[in-house]
Protein backbone atom coordinates (compact mmCIF):
# COMPACT_ATOMS: atom_id res chain seq x y z
CA UNK A 1 0.00 0.00 0.00
CA UNK A 2 2.87 2.36 0.12
CA UNK A 3 2.90 4.89 2.82
CA UNK A 4 0.46 6.77 5.14
CA UNK A 5 -3.02 8.10 4.09
CA UNK A 6 -4.14 11.16 4.50
CA UNK A 7 -8.02 12.56 4.57
CA UNK A 8 -9.90 15.86 5.03
CA UNK A 9 -11.41 14.79 7.70
CA UNK A 10 -11.76 12.22 10.66
CA UNK A 11 -15.01 10.92 9.36
CA UNK A 12 -13.45 10.05 5.62
CA UNK A 13 -10.33 8.70 7.33
CA UNK A 14 -12.52 6.20 9.49
CA UNK A 15 -15.01 5.45 6.50
CA UNK A 16 -11.51 4.35 4.29
CA UNK A 17 -10.29 2.83 7.32
CA UNK A 18 -13.78 0.54 8.05
CA UNK A 19 -13.49 -0.75 4.12
CA UNK A 20 -10.44 -2.27 4.77
CA UNK A 21 -11.60 -4.12 8.36
CA UNK A 22 -14.64 -4.96 6.24
CA UNK A 23 -12.70 -6.47 3.42
CA UNK A 24 -11.12 -8.44 5.88
CA UNK A 25 -14.08 -9.42 7.72
CA UNK A 26 -15.36 -10.52 3.49
CA UNK A 27 -12.28 -12.79 3.81
CA UNK A 28 -13.33 -14.41 7.01
CA UNK A 29 -16.76 -14.95 5.96
CA UNK A 30 -15.84 -16.60 2.33
CA UNK A 31 -12.97 -18.88 4.82
CA UNK A 32 -16.17 -20.11 6.84
CA UNK A 33 -15.31 -17.65 10.19
CA UNK A 34 -17.29 -15.28 11.41
CA UNK A 35 -17.29 -12.53 9.09
CA UNK A 36 -15.43 -9.58 11.26
CA UNK A 37 -12.51 -7.81 10.50
CA UNK A 38 -10.02 -5.28 11.88
CA UNK A 39 -7.12 -2.86 10.98
CA UNK A 40 -4.44 -0.76 13.06
CA UNK A 41 -3.13 2.21 12.37
CA UNK A 42 -0.93 4.65 13.05
CA UNK A 43 0.16 7.76 11.16
CA UNK A 44 -1.76 6.96 8.71
CA UNK A 45 -0.20 3.21 8.32
CA UNK A 46 -1.56 -0.16 8.75
CA UNK A 47 0.50 -1.67 11.51
CA UNK A 48 -1.48 -4.85 11.62
CA UNK A 49 -4.90 -6.15 9.16
CA UNK A 50 -6.68 -9.22 10.32
CA UNK A 51 -9.87 -11.28 10.95
CA UNK A 52 -11.34 -13.79 12.87
CA UNK A 53 -10.08 -17.54 12.57
CA UNK A 54 -11.81 -18.98 15.34
CA UNK A 55 -12.99 -22.04 13.47
CA UNK A 56 -10.22 -22.86 11.39
CA UNK A 57 -8.01 -22.42 14.60
CA UNK A 58 -10.49 -24.40 16.90
CA UNK A 59 -9.25 -21.23 19.46
CA UNK A 60 -12.58 -19.46 20.67
CA UNK A 61 -9.46 -16.29 21.44
CA UNK A 62 -9.05 -15.74 18.00
CA UNK A 63 -10.90 -12.61 17.12
CA UNK A 64 -9.93 -10.20 14.72
CA UNK A 65 -8.89 -7.90 17.22
CA UNK A 66 -6.78 -9.76 19.43
CA UNK A 67 -5.12 -10.87 16.37
CA UNK A 68 -4.11 -7.59 14.77
CA UNK A 69 -3.33 -6.36 18.34
CA UNK A 70 -0.78 -9.23 19.16
CA UNK A 71 0.81 -8.86 15.58
CA UNK A 72 1.19 -5.29 15.79
CA UNK A 73 2.81 -5.76 19.67
CA UNK A 74 5.01 -8.20 18.31
CA UNK A 75 5.87 -6.54 14.98
CA UNK A 76 6.56 -3.50 17.02
CA UNK A 77 8.08 -4.87 20.30
CA UNK A 78 5.94 -2.25 21.93
CA UNK A 79 2.96 -3.46 24.67
CA UNK A 80 1.54 0.04 24.52
CA UNK A 81 -0.21 0.98 21.73
CA UNK A 82 -1.22 4.80 22.74
CA UNK A 83 -1.25 6.17 19.64
CA UNK A 84 -2.97 3.78 17.30
CA UNK A 85 -6.33 3.53 16.19
CA UNK A 86 -8.19 -0.15 15.94
CA UNK A 87 -11.10 -0.04 13.35
CA UNK A 88 -13.20 -3.21 13.80
CA UNK A 89 -16.05 -4.41 12.16
CA UNK A 90 -17.94 -5.49 14.99
CA UNK A 91 -18.02 -4.22 19.23
CA UNK A 92 -15.41 -5.71 21.07
CA UNK A 93 -16.47 -8.44 23.50
CA UNK A 94 -15.48 -8.21 27.20
CA UNK A 95 -12.09 -10.45 26.07
CA UNK A 96 -11.37 -8.28 23.57
CA UNK A 97 -12.17 -5.06 25.23
CA UNK A 98 -9.90 -5.66 28.20
CA UNK A 99 -6.70 -6.22 25.97
CA UNK A 100 -7.50 -3.38 24.17
CA UNK A 101 -7.18 -1.55 27.63
CA UNK A 102 -4.04 -3.30 28.46
CA UNK A 103 -2.50 -2.61 25.47
CA UNK A 104 -3.41 0.55 25.83
CA UNK A 105 -5.01 1.87 22.46
CA UNK A 106 -5.46 5.30 21.98
CA UNK A 107 -8.92 4.95 19.80
CA UNK A 108 -11.27 1.94 18.87
CA UNK A 109 -13.82 2.94 15.84
CA UNK A 110 -16.88 0.26 15.40
CA UNK A 111 -19.03 -0.77 13.18
CA UNK A 112 -21.78 -2.84 14.07
CA UNK A 113 -23.08 -2.79 17.68
CA UNK A 114 -23.35 -5.98 19.42
CA UNK A 115 -25.84 -5.89 21.94
CA UNK A 116 -25.52 -9.42 23.48
CA UNK A 117 -21.61 -8.95 23.77
CA UNK A 118 -20.67 -5.55 22.99
CA UNK A 119 -18.35 -3.77 25.97
CA UNK A 120 -18.24 -0.06 24.25
CA UNK A 121 -21.45 1.04 25.70
CA UNK A 122 -23.95 -2.08 24.43
CA UNK A 123 -23.52 -4.03 27.53
CA UNK A 124 -21.57 -2.98 29.28
CA UNK A 125 -18.40 -0.02 28.76
CA UNK A 126 -15.60 -1.69 29.51
CA UNK A 127 -13.55 0.70 26.86
CA UNK A 128 -14.46 4.16 28.72
CA UNK A 129 -14.77 2.89 32.20
CA UNK A 130 -13.38 5.39 34.63
CA UNK A 131 -11.95 3.02 37.16
CA UNK A 132 -9.54 1.02 34.72
CA UNK A 133 -6.32 2.91 34.12
CA UNK A 134 -6.32 3.38 30.76
CA UNK A 135 -9.93 4.52 28.60
CA UNK A 136 -10.04 4.87 24.90
CA UNK A 137 -11.62 7.17 22.62
CA UNK A 138 -14.93 5.16 20.93
CA UNK A 139 -16.53 5.61 17.60
CA UNK A 140 -19.31 3.21 17.14
CA UNK A 141 -21.69 2.87 13.98
CA UNK A 142 -19.09 3.44 11.18
CA UNK A 143 -20.46 1.68 8.48
CA UNK A 144 -22.96 0.17 10.84
CA UNK A 145 -24.85 -1.37 7.88
CA UNK A 146 -22.54 -3.32 6.24
CA UNK A 147 -21.04 -4.33 9.09
CA UNK A 148 -24.14 -6.00 10.32
CA UNK A 149 -25.22 -6.99 6.89
CA UNK A 150 -22.42 -9.10 6.52
CA UNK A 151 -23.16 -10.82 10.02
CA UNK A 152 -26.76 -11.29 9.18
CA UNK A 153 -26.12 -12.98 6.25
CA UNK A 154 -23.73 -15.15 7.55
CA UNK A 155 -25.75 -16.77 10.27
CA UNK A 156 -28.72 -16.83 8.34
CA UNK A 157 -26.75 -18.78 5.74
CA UNK A 158 -25.19 -20.97 8.27
CA UNK A 159 -28.90 -21.39 10.35
CA UNK A 160 -30.16 -22.36 6.20
Known amino acids: MGGPVTFASRAEEDAWWM??????????????EVPVGAVLVHNGAVMARGANAMVGTRDATQHAELRVLRAAAYAT?????????????????????GAIVNLRVGRVVFGAWDEKAGMAGSVHDLLRNPRLNHRCEV?????????AALLTGFFRARRG
Not at 25 to 31: D, K, S, T
Not at 85 to 91: D, G, K, P, Q
Not at 139 to 147: F, H, I, P, T
Open 19 to 32: DQALAEARRAGEAG
Open 77 to 97: GESRLTTATLYVTLEPCAMCA
Open 139 to 147: QGGVRESES
